[in-house]
């Protein structure tokens, strides 16, 4: 079985460390991951629970192929209930942590309770332990990952943090391991930093760590799955080497490229800060942003992007300890940092995207509100005096010096650290914050994609790009090309999305395989994994499932049909130029459908029939 | 007739040197011209021509051969890329 089917259960408070067995059963409904640290969570906390409060929990989990053979097989996620949304949060990230977490024999570590003072959970193979962290405490994520393999004599422990974005509580704040691998989103960060827990440093070395069902088969399958990858040419040459900041000119061109806090969808400086850009050589020094591209644990794509800034840049003039190579902006956090605030520098994004490996903060999250109180700035509400410096749209100096005072959480940081919706709210705006759910949209504009607006509205952790990426049909024709202002269709292709994306979320492989791979590529690696019969149909179940089971956390917290929406800007105010020109959400439309596919009720409600049909 | 051709990625090698950078050059050509046949003057094959916008508009493979330029128009083209 690919599972270690070993939990280990950190009760902060008391200080202890407990083993358990993995509950089978849910494995076999849930898979793994998400989907199983999902149904613990939803099991053990009250769903009203103060996202900050000792009695919610928080679970760091790997999935059946995580550390394993499998392609991108290096995959944990962090699950929780989310301080920015309220909702359920699962935050999934690479690098090479969560594989050696299971390679020293666990699933899954639950923590419950709060640490009186700072700790971090050291994991050496069957051995745990809290370890005092009041030398780490105020310490940013590189310092710590750098202090704990100094202090334990071991370079290759691997570490997950949180900086002091996650101490101050920033409510988007990131654990981040392996230096710029990131559970990003939703605020996971801030709950780590509300039990006091710094760290989690893990070694695993075991080779019997888990077993599988038919190895044979295994090597068949995931062999065979290495070639799908390497022949495709998204996966196989594309991501690797312009990574996912490719797409920048793809969705500038189509007019979904929200810009200024979605007053425009095509942006002047795209080019500036796209993929392209950053093969290009700088005039400056003569060298290109891009240093080499780079891989997660068992990743044959490796579209992560390594990038190194120009020396003479204004924000790093004088830190030569930004001058290395380090994580470069994706596509996310190229467009978050630049277009939602009209910032075209490229080196100024990778200077703040550095600040949010370095301090774990999302920087989705963290760009968009700067969008935000740039367009409160410009409307007179913000004013110079409360910011301490002029913030108009496009200016590279306000944005940088934002990054660093949520970094620090000082002056007008710990406003940013609130999210848009917080800040917009307090200013008496909040039709302004661009976010559903109370999380900022990422870098579609939910108008000129219909799909995709109806993704964000519909997603359980808030707004998303990663739930139901209708990006693919309506942008890059995978697998069917569907109009971007189309409706018909999007409905059930969304759901049959959604539901896929629950099961390769809850494998430990990444989503990024199904730009080549079908369920069926997915499936064989699975069925040879693990016991049992799982075939496409059942998998696609246990996807379903997993929605619900989301969804009813977000019934019971409090979340209704209402908060399945778009903001009005989306609604009422047309894209103004380019091909979606005068297009707005005809959310109105697709949503009684979606309802009507879920087999929910008109407010949005699994059907007694829905419930036992997938047993949730 | 005018327009402007823009090729991305790993297309930009089939433009002339000194426009790569920007990744565009504007061009004439004979009216009538359609987008297949710009695909084929300029050398791309046409395997690699993934997304092809005209104007931000998908023209799919089966209609690049019959899609007339305009003057003016800004044809597009990516190889297969993707992103999240």
Same mark, same amino acid.
């Given at each position: 079985m690919a599972w270690t089917k070993n939990v280990l259960r950190v009760n902060l408070e008391a200080g202890t460390c407990t083993t358990e067995p993995l509950n089978m059963q849910w494995a076999q409904d849930y898979l793994g991951q998400r989907g199983l640290a999902t149904k613990y969570l939803v099991s053990e906390i009250d769903p009203k629970v103060d996202p900050f409060s000792p009695k919610n929990k928080l679970i760091f989990v790997t999935g059946p192929l995580t550390a394993t053979m499998a392609a991108t097989g290096g995959r944990y996620s962090v699950v929780t209930k989310g301080p920015l949304t309220g909702a359920i949060a699962c935050s999934n990230s690479g690098g090479y942590f969560g594989a050696e977490l299971k390679f020293a024999g666990w699933d899954m570590v639950i923590f419950e309770g709060a640490s009186p003072k700072p700790v971090y959970l050291l994991i050496n193979d069957g051995k745990a332990e809290l370890v005092d962290a009041a030398h780490l405490w105020g310490k940013t994520v590189w310092e710590t990952e750098e202090t704990i393999k100094t202090q334990h004599q071991d370079p290759q422990i691997r570490v997950a943090a949180i900086g002091r974005a996650g101490e101050n509580r920033v409510l988007y704040a990131a654990i981040v391991n392996d230096l710029h691998r990131a559970a990003g989103r939703s605020g996971v960060g801030a709950v780590m930093g509300s039990k006091n827990l710094k760290a989690v440093a893990v070694r695993g070395t075991r080779t019997d760590a888990y077993q599988m069902a038919n190895p044979e088969a295994f090597f068949a399958a995931t062999e065979a799955g290495k070639k799908v990858l390497a022949a495709n040419g998204v996966t196989g040459q594309g991501l690797p080497t312009y990574g996912t900041q490719v797409l920048m000119n793809v969705i500038n061109e189509l007019g979904a490229l929200p810009t200024r806090n979605h007053r425009d969808v095509q942006f002047e400086g795209a080019h500036d800060i796209s993929g392209e850009a950053m093969h290009e050589k700088r005039p400056t020094d003569g060298k290109a942003n891009l240093v080499t591209n780079g891989a997660c644990f068992g990743c044959t794509i490796a579209c992560g992007r390594i990038s190194r800034m120009d020396p003479g840049h204004f924000s790093v003039k004088d830190k030569p300890q930004y001058h290395g190579a380090s994580g470069g902006v994706e596509y996310e956090a190229a467009w978050a940092l630049g277009?939602?605030?009209?910032?075209?520098?490229?080196?100024?994004?990778?200077?703040?995207?550095?600040?949010?490996? #370095?301090?774990?903060? =999302?920087?989705?999250?963290?760009?968009?509100?700067?969008?935000?109180? +740039?367009?409160?700035?410009?409307?007179? $509400?913000? @004013? /110079?005096?409360?910011?301490?410096?002029?913030?108009?749209?496009? &200016? @590279?100096?306000? +944005? $940088?010096?934002?990054? #660093?005072? @949520?970094?620090?959480?000082?002056?007008?940081?710990?406003?940013?650290?609130?999210? &848009?919706? !917080?800040?917009? @709210?307090?200013?008496?705006?909040?039709?302004? &914050?661009?976010?559903?759910? &109370?999380?900022?949209?990422?870098?579609?504009? %939910? *108008?000129?994609?219909?799909? +995709?607006?109806?993704?964000?509205?519909?997603?359980? *952790? %808030?707004?998303?790009?990663? !739930?139901?990426?209708?990006?693919s049909p309506e942008?890059?024709?995978?697998? $069917?090309?569907? /109009?971007?202002?189309?409706? /018909?269709?999007?409905?059930?292709?969304?759901?049959?999305?959604? =539901?896929?994306?629950?099961?390769? =979320?809850?494998?430990?492989i990444c989503l990024f395989t199904t730009f080549a791979w079908g369920l069926s590529d997915i499936q064989s690696q699975i069925q040879a994994a693990c016991e049992g019969d799982w075939s496409e149909e059942r998998l696609l179940l246990v996807g379903e499932r997993i929605w619900n089971l989301e969804r009813e956390f977000n019934l019971a917290a409090g979340f209704t049909a209402k908060d399945d929406n778009l903001p009005p800007r989306l609604m009422k105010e047309p894209a103004k130029t380019g091909p979606q020109k005068g297009a707005v959400s005809k959310l109105d439309i697709m949503l009684p459908e979606y309802y009507q596919l879920r087999g929910w009720t008109k407010e949005g409600v699994p059907t007694a029939e829905t419930r036992s049909r997938l047993g949730v | 007739m005018r327009i402007t051709l823009k090729l991305f990625a790993s297309l930009a090698v089939h433009l002339p040197a000194q426009a790569r950078s920007r990744h565009r050059v504007e061009m004439d050509v004979e009216p009538g011209t359609t987008v297949a046949e710009v695909i084929r003057r300029q050398g791309i094959p046409p395997g690699q021509c993934a997304i092809v916008l005209v104007n931000g508009v998908w023209v799919a493979p089966p209609e690049r051969a019959a899609r007339v330029l305009a003057e003016g128009e800004i044809l597009a083209i990516w190889p297969p890329v993707a992103g999240g």
């Amino acid at each position: 079985m690919a599972w270690t089917k070993n939990v280990l259960r950190v009760n902060l408070e008391a200080g202890t460390c407990t083993t358990e067995p993995l509950n089978m059963q849910w494995a076999q409904d849930y898979l793994g991951q998400r989907g199983l640290a999902t149904k613990y969570l939803v099991s053990e906390i009250d769903p009203k629970v103060d996202p900050f409060s000792p009695k919610n929990k928080l679970i760091f989990v790997t999935g059946p192929l995580t550390a394993t053979m499998a392609a991108t097989g290096g995959r944990y996620s962090v699950v929780t209930k989310g301080p920015l949304t309220g909702a359920i949060a699962c935050s999934n990230s690479g690098g090479y942590f969560g594989a050696e977490l299971k390679f020293a024999g666990w699933d899954m570590v639950i923590f419950e309770g709060a640490s009186p003072k700072p700790v971090y959970l050291l994991i050496n193979d069957g051995k745990a332990e809290l370890v005092d962290a009041a030398h780490l405490w105020g310490k940013t994520v590189w310092e710590t990952e750098e202090t704990i393999k100094t202090q334990h004599q071991d370079p290759q422990i691997r570490v997950a943090a949180i900086g002091r974005a996650g101490e101050n509580r920033v409510l988007y704040a990131a654990i981040v391991n392996d230096l710029h691998r990131a559970a990003g989103r939703s605020g996971v960060g801030a709950v780590m930093g509300s039990k006091n827990l710094k760290a989690v440093a893990v070694r695993g070395t075991r080779t019997d760590a888990y077993q599988m069902a038919n190895p044979e088969a295994f090597f068949a399958a995931t062999e065979a799955g290495k070639k799908v990858l390497a022949a495709n040419g998204v996966t196989g040459q594309g991501l690797p080497t312009y990574g996912t900041q490719v797409l920048m000119n793809v969705i500038n061109e189509l007019g979904a490229l929200p810009t200024r806090n979605h007053r425009d969808v095509q942006f002047e400086g795209a080019h500036d800060i796209s993929g392209e850009a950053m093969h290009e050589k700088r005039p400056t020094d003569g060298k290109a942003n891009l240093v080499t591209n780079g891989a997660c644990f068992g990743c044959t794509i490796a579209c992560g992007r390594i990038s190194r800034m120009d020396p003479g840049h204004f924000s790093v003039k004088d830190k030569p300890q930004y001058h290395g190579a380090s994580g470069g902006v994706e596509y996310e956090a190229a467009w978050a940092l630049g277009a939602a605030n009209g910032v075209n520098d490229l080196e100024a994004l990778t200077y703040a995207n550095f600040l949010c490996n #370095e301090d774990g903060f =999302d920087p989705i999250t963290f760009g968009a509100t700067v969008g935000a109180a +740039m367009e409160l700035y410009e409307m007179g $509400v913000l @004013t /110079e005096q409360e910011v301490g410096f002029k913030l108009p749209f496009g &200016s @590279t100096e306000a +944005m $940088v010096k934002l990054a #660093e005072l @949520t970094a620090k959480g000082e002056g007008f940081g710990k406003i940013m650290g609130l999210g &848009s919706k !917080r800040l917009c @709210t307090k200013y008496g705006h909040p039709e302004l &914050s661009m976010t559903v759910k &109370s999380q900022e949209f990422p870098a579609y504009d %939910g *108008r000129a994609l219909q799909g +995709m607006g109806l993704a964000y509205a519909t997603n359980n *952790r %808030g707004a998303c790009h990663l !739930r139901g990426y209708m990006v693919s049909p309506e942008v890059l024709g995978i697998p $069917v090309k569907m /109009e971007p202002q189309a409706t /018909e269709g999007k409905p059930a292709m969304l759901k049959a999305f959604q =539901d896929l994306t629950a099961v390769v =979320d809850s494998a430990g492989i990444c989503l990024f395989t199904t730009f080549a791979w079908g369920l069926s590529d997915i499936q064989s690696q699975i069925q040879a994994a693990c016991e049992g019969d799982w075939s496409e149909e059942r998998l696609l179940l246990v996807g379903e499932r997993i929605w619900n089971l989301e969804r009813e956390f977000n019934l019971a917290a409090g979340f209704t049909a209402k908060d399945d929406n778009l903001p009005p800007r989306l609604m009422k105010e047309p894209a103004k130029t380019g091909p979606q020109k005068g297009a707005v959400s005809k959310l109105d439309i697709m949503l009684p459908e979606y309802y009507q596919l879920r087999g929910w009720t008109k407010e949005g409600v699994p059907t007694a029939e829905t419930r036992s049909r997938l047993g949730v | 007739m005018r327009i402007t051709l823009k090729l991305f990625a790993s297309l930009a090698v089939h433009l002339p040197a000194q426009a790569r950078s920007r990744h565009r050059v504007e061009m004439d050509v004979e009216p009538g011209t359609t987008v297949a046949e710009v695909i084929r003057r300029q050398g791309i094959p046409p395997g690699q021509c993934a997304i092809v916008l005209v104007n931000g508009v998908w023209v799919a493979p089966p209609e690049r051969a019959a899609r007339v330029l305009a003057e003016g128009e800004i044809l597009a083209i990516w190889p297969p890329v993707a992103g999240g």
